[in-house]
């Protein structure tokens, strides 16, 4: 199911709290006072180690935006894990694969006894790339749209697929 703007606006608190999901991880929590609460829960599809995705098309943006009303003020996006990233660029697949590339130049996975962290969890190379590539990712929000420059998107990726993840979105203003 889509979660579009209409759908939102009609969910009515129960006597039981209730989610609206679209299929792709964006659910909408329903709570018994009416409150209304975005999570984002991502499963690993791929190899259980890397992948990424957009976040920054409809209905995963613009639908948060549409439900908060907020006309002018700040748009947050927070991966909650320290494996994952979430940052803003081009959606064109070539510079995804150099990111992956370059990533793994920077910190590469293997040998797993090159980090002094590795031990328990041989994921030292997942810290370091989180690192580099961002924990939160903010946008601007004027006249109850997203200020995006040409072609940019938001982007959430994952550097160590172990577990679910969940992506916070935050809207402020007024």
Do not use: C
């Amino acid at each position: 199911m889509n979660l579009y703007e209409t759908t939102i606006k009609a969910a009515r608190a129960k006597d039981k709290r209730y989610e609206l999901q679209d299929g792709d991880g964006l659910i909408l929590e329903i709570m018994t006072s009416g409150k209304k609460y975005w999570r984002y829960r991502y499963i690993i599809t791929r190899d259980g180690r890397r992948t990424r995705m957009t976040i920054g098309e409809y209905p995963y943006v613009e639908a948060a935006l549409a439900e908060s009303g907020i006309r002018e003020g700040l748009y947050l996006v927070n991966e909650m894990n320290i494996t994952a990233s979430v940052f803003i660029n081009d959606n064109e697949s070539g510079l995804h694969r150099d990111f992956e590339r370059w990533l793994e130049k920077l910190a590469p996975e293997k040998p797993y006894d090159q980090y002094d962290h590795n031990g328990f969890e041989d994921s030292a190379d997942v810290h370091l790339k989180r690192s580099v590539m961002g924990r939160e990712t903010v946008v601007a929000i004027t006249d109850g749209k997203l200020d995006f420059g040409t072609w940019e998107q938001i982007f959430y990726g994952e550097f160590d697929g172990m577990r679910d993840k969940r992506v916070l979105v935050k809207i402020v203003g007024e």
